[in-house]
Structure formats: structure tokens, C-alpha cells
């Protein structure tokens, strides 16, 4: 069973919507990362957080400690926001432990 | 401020073949990770490194694989007689210092395609 889960695996949503992409841990962590990958791509660090919420531009990211949760927000969806979203945690150490990711496409 | 850079972009090799990756990591950083992500599949921890120093190799393969990072240059992941199965798109990602909660900062990727 993976460490970390996310959810949904796939989302399809139109332009302009809301988006909401959860994920979940077993353990306590030190760090909650959020990272997007576009097709064929490399990948990119959105946020990092060990506690509280994040915004930058129409992305804002949230973790609540107690309940081992955190969501991923997109205000008003473009179709370049599509990508797989990846969520990755530190449990104490360096290294990332991931999610297996959410695919996300915003149709025009 | 160039990022982190990984090279070849692509790789084709053929089953028994060596491969070797190589990942510069943005100025400044000390500290590389190597990710591997199979086809469908999440991305994986392999080694975390400091300069002359493998930290963690848990998720390292125990045999054909190795990773360094020298004083001076990149830091290079080997693979050795490569399968089939090894294929996949190999990420390296730096940080600047040691502490977990540091963010990550991740190179373009080497996909290796072995035949």
C-alpha cells in the first residue's frame, strides 16, 4: 500500500471550473510537496508546506496535520493547466516519497 | 541562474549496454536526488548524494546500478548491462542544504529507451 495517496486518479473538467485534487498520508511527515508534470515533461515544484495554506496566482495549496491531509486548488481552470499533479512527502529524511499522481485535463 | 541540468535528454541503448546520466545541479546546491519513473508508473527515490558522499542508496537497484557525485563535475548515474526494464525517464532534482523540508528543484529528465 502506497504511503501517500491522492485523489482522484483522473479529472476532467471544463474551462473555468473549480479543482480540487486531495491527498493523504499515513504517517507524520515533515514536508508536503505539490509538483506538476506536463506530458513528456519535466517536472515543477508548485509548493512546499508543513503546515497551513499557500497561494500562488490561482493555485492554492492547503494541509491540515491532525486529519494527515492536504488539497490542491486551481481557481478558474485553463486548458494549460492541464498535467499530472504529484503530490510527494519527507517523512524525515530528504528523500521524496510520491503519489501516484492526478491526470488533469481542462477542456476548452 | 541555469537550473538543474540533465544530459542526455534521450538515450537509446541496447540490452547489455552501459548507460550513464548526468545531472549538473543548480548553483549553489550541494545535495542531488535521483528519481526513477517507470512507464505508468510514480516516481521512485533511488540515491540522494552530497558532493563525494552517497547519503541514502535505499532505493537503489542492489546490482548494475551505482551513482557518484564527485568533488569537481557532475553527478553521474551509471547503469550497467541494462534489460529492457530499465527503461524509463530518470530524474535528478538539487537542493541547497541539508534539511528535509527544503524544496526540490528537478532537471528535464533522461529518458532511456533500452532495445
Known amino acids: 500500500k502506497n504511503e501517500v495517496e491522492q485523489s482522484p486518479q483522473n479529472l476532467t473538467a471544463q474551462e473555468g471550473e473549480f479543482i480540487t485534487i486531495n491527498c493523504s498520508y499515513s504517517?507524520?511527515?515533515?514536508?508536503l510537496h505539490w509538483l506538476q508534470q506536463h506530458p513528456g515533461g519535466g517536472i515543477v515544484s508548485l509548493f512546499m508546506?508543513?503546515?497551513g495554506k499557500k497561494k500562488h496566482g490561482r493555485l492554492i495549496a492547503t494541509i491540515n496535520i491532525q486529519e494527515k491531509h492536504s488539497s490542491l486548488h486551481i481557481t478558474a481552470s485553463h486548458p494549460r493547466d492541464s498535467a499530472v499533479y504529484i503530490c510527494?512527502?519527507?517523512?524525515?529524511?530528504?528523500?521524496?516519497?510520491f503519489g501516484t499522481g492526478t491526470r488533469l485535463t481542462i477542456i476548452p | 541562474n541555469a537550473g538543474v541540468m540533465q544530459n542526455p535528454r534521450h538515450l537509446v541503448r541496447r540490452r547489455g549496454q552501459e548507460a550513464r546520466l548526468r545531472c549538473s545541479p543548480m548553483?549553489?546546491?550541494?545535495?542531488v536526488y535521483w528519481y526513477r519513473q517507470l512507464p505508468e508508473e510514480g516516481l521512485k527515490f533511488m540515491v540522494y548524494?552530497?558532493?563525494?558522499?552517497?547519503?541514502?542508496e535505499s532505493g537503489m537497484p542492489k546490482e548494475r546500478f551505482s551513482a557518484e557525485f564527485p568533488k569537481e563535475g557532475p553527478s553521474i548515474l551509471r547503469i550497467q548491462q541494462v534489460v529492457r526494464g530499465d527503461s524509463a525517464a530518470y530524474f535528478c532534482?538539487?537542493?541547497?542544504?541539508?534539511?528535509?523540508?527544503?524544496?526540490?528543484?528537478f532537471g528535464p529528465g533522461t529518458r532511456l529507451t533500452v532495445l
Open positions: 532534482a538539487s537542493s541547497p542544504r541539508f534539511r528535509d523540508a527544503d524544496t526540490q528543484y
Open positions: 504517517v507524520g511527515i515533515s514536508a
Open positions: 508546506l508543513s503546515s
Open positions: 510527494a512527502v519527507t517523512f524525515g529524511n530528504e528523500k521524496l516519497t
Open positions: 548553483k549553489g546546491h550541494s545535495h
Open positions: 548524494l552530497q558532493k563525494e558522499n552517497i547519503i541514502d
